[in-house]
């Protein structure tokens, strides 16, 4: 049981804009900073989003985040077939204690 | 550019100690924090604790009385122990550092990622 809560799966079409949730409480996503990673098969997670909403350099401007009150949300539009992959929230709890969501597994049909 | 590298057993015996090294190259490890995480296979990412260069350390709750991360400036290198160790730790292991939350730990990503190192705990 992961801390943080995403939906397991996720799905669209080439060129389709999908969100991905992340929720979670006021001791976590409520007070801190919510980061996203991407794992692609068979390999590390790699930083997709920092600090609720910047992208690091060389992240497709495709993908976006924003977080309001314990809630936060991926965005990815204009989706590829290379986006098929594992999204991860995460964020620190006030211990301070990483924590991540489940993952969300995105299917690209 | 920084990169990191998992080395240790990728077999261990039920009740025995875990111990993977995480070698850090094109950078120094000092005035950074650095962190384990692990992935059971098919499941999601845990994250293990975290050690300042200068040696303080931050555990996950549910694993503290089990953990202890180590550093060594001179080697470049950080270690990760884990204790009597059951069929529920066998994982992917990653280390990575700490980037941006330097000053506030709260403000700080997981970036880089060493390639992870498969540890399976069996008899």
């Known amino acids: 049981q992961s801390v943080l809560t995403q939906p397991p799966s996720a799905s669209g079409t080439p060129g389709q804009r999908v969100t991905i949730s992340c929720s979670g409480s006021s001791s976590n996503i409520g007070s801190n900073y919510v980061y996203w990673y991407q794992q692609l098969p068979g390999t590390a997670p790699k930083l997709l989003i920092y600090?609720?909403?910047q992208r690091p350099s060389g992240v497709p401007d495709r993908f976006s985040g924003s977080k309001s009150g314990t809630s936060a949300s991926l965005a990815i539009s204009g989706l590829r077939s290379e986006d098929e992959a594992d999204y991860y929230c995460?964020?620190?709890?006030?211990?301070?204690?990483?924590?991540f969501g489940g993952g969300t597994k995105l299917t690209v049909l | 550019q920084v990169q990191l590298q998992e080395s240790g057993p990728g077999l261990v015996k039920p009740s025995e100690t875990l111990s993977l090294t995480c070698t850090v190259s094109?950078?120094?490890?000092?005035?950074?924090?650095w962190s384990w995480i692990r992935q059971p296979p098919g499941k999601g990412l845990e994250w293990i604790g975290y050690?300042?260069?200068?040696?303080?350390?931050n555990y996950n709750p549910s694993l503290k009385s089990r953990v202890t991360i180590s550093v060594d400036t001179s080697k470049n290198q950080f270690s990760l122990k884990l204790s009597s160790v059951t069929a529920a730790d066998t994982a992917v292991y990653y280390c990575?550092?700490?980037?941006?939350?330097?000053?506030?730990?709260?403000?700080?990503?997981?970036?880089?990622w060493g390639q992870g190192t498969l540890v399976t705990v069996s008899s």
């Open positions: 990575a550092r700490l980037s941006g939350g330097i000053v506030v730990v709260t403000a700080g990503w997981f970036d880089p």
């Open positions: 995460a964020a620190w709890d006030d211990s301070p204690s990483g924590v």
């Open positions: 050690i300042y260069y200068s040696g303080s350390t």
């Open positions: 094109g950078g120094s490890i000092s005035s950074y924090y």
């Open positions: 600090r609720n909403n």
